[in-house]
């Protein structure tokens, strides 16, 4: 008696395990959505988050907010830098201050008053040598103080000239390059110091935070990951020998069992699956010499199709 209550359990199992828990006459997909990862660009702490798991976000909207201390002094950094490197390049383009003309041209005209009496001096004597009232060598003493006086009254002129006019123009260019230089440093902190804010790309619902307020976010690890609405799609996996029931821009009406809701929909592609672990339908019926499909099926409302789970069932009636 005992073995024939066995041998009853055994096939009870067998033919539980053997039977299909789906109606044939029912094809089952899901609800599909290109999903979105966030990653940050520079290394920080997160300082604050803004937003939490399923909410819906903008694009723009700050997700949340980094602590980089380094980036702070770097900038007071990059910011001195520049004022060094404009005050060189003013001071190259404008020349000497006002004191410093007024030295010079003082100095001009103790020159000039030098020069004019080197030349009296000269105009009296060259008369005087001719006659030979005084000797050739003290004519030339006379000559060569106003020959001395006109070099440095020429030297100094070409001085003030400089200083009005700037340094050379190598020295100008060297000094804007070094501005442009330390600006550029600048503008590079500026942007490290926007990249604190994480902010959404796209419109999208957020799915996963992956790290919490004071953890360490490491350049290109993922802060978050949403879905995006617009993008849903329902996707079904069926048999060559189905292919019939489908054609492209075909209105197809699919119910969504968790809600006990209808929605309709146009197939929009329908492709051949490469690997058997795309498989979209739960239980695809299907003969093993038929290769597998994979139909994707676009939403007419996509607000009403924004509002369903990810991943949740649908069905269509055969």
Same mark, same amino acid.
């Not at 060094?84 to 007024?102: E, H, R």
């Not at 498989?279 to 038929?290: H, L």
């Given at each position: ?41 520079? +290394? ?38 520049? %004022? ?37 001096? %000269? ?32 030297? =100094? ?9 700037? =340094? ?83 209105? =197809?009406? %699919? ?17 051949? %699956? ?5 498989? +979209? ?32 069932? =649908?069905?269509?009636?055969?």
């Amino acid at each position: 008696m005992k073995k024939i209550i066995i041998l009853y359990s055994i096939a009870a199992i067998t033919l539980s395990c053997n039977k299909k828990p789906h109606l044939d006459s029912v094809l089952q997909g899901k609800v599909e959505r290109d999903e979105i990862s966030i990653v940050g660009k520079v +290394a920080g702490r997160i300082d604050r988050i803004l937003v939490s798991e399923g909410d819906f976000v903008k694009k723009g909207d700050t997700l949340a907010i980094l602590d980089i201390p380094e980036v702070e002094a770097k900038k007071s950094q990059a910011q001195g830098a520049v %004022l060094s490197a404009k005050a060189q390049y003013d001071m190259s383009v404008k020349g000497a201050t006002a004191n410093q003309l007024k030295q010079l041209n003082a100095k001009k005209s103790a020159l000039k008053e030098q020069y004019e009496f080197a030349q009296k001096s %000269l105009k009296r004597l060259e008369a005087m040598v001719q006659d030979s009232l005084i000797p050739q060598q003290q004519y030339d003493e006379v000559f060569a103080k106003y020959q001395g006086a006109k070099a440095q009254l020429i030297a =100094v002129d070409a001085e003030i000239a400089d200083v009005q006019h700037g =340094v050379r123009v190598e020295q100008q260019n060297m000094a804007l390059g070094q501005q442009d230089r330390a600006l550029g440093a600048l503008q590079e902190v500026e942007t490290a110091e926007k990249e604190r804010y994480i902010v959404a790309p796209q419109d999208m619902t957020i799915e996963n935070i992956t790290l919490r307020t004071g953890e360490l976010a490491l350049p290109g690890y993922t802060l978050f990951t949403g879905s995006l609405n617009e993008s849903t799609t329902f996707r079904f996996t069926i048999a060559e020998s189905q292919l019939s029931q489908f054609e492209k821009g075909k209105e =197809v009406t %699919l119910h969504v069992p968790y809600n006990n809701s209808s929605i309709k929909g146009k197939v929009k592609n329908i492709k051949k %699956l490469g690997s058997y672990a795309n498989i +979209a339908t739960a239980y695809p019926d299907y003969e093993m010499q038929d290769a597998l499909y994979e139909v994707t099926i676009s939403p007419e409302n996509n607000n009403a199709a924004a509002a369903l789970l990810s991943q949740s069932t =649908v069905t269509i009636n055969q």
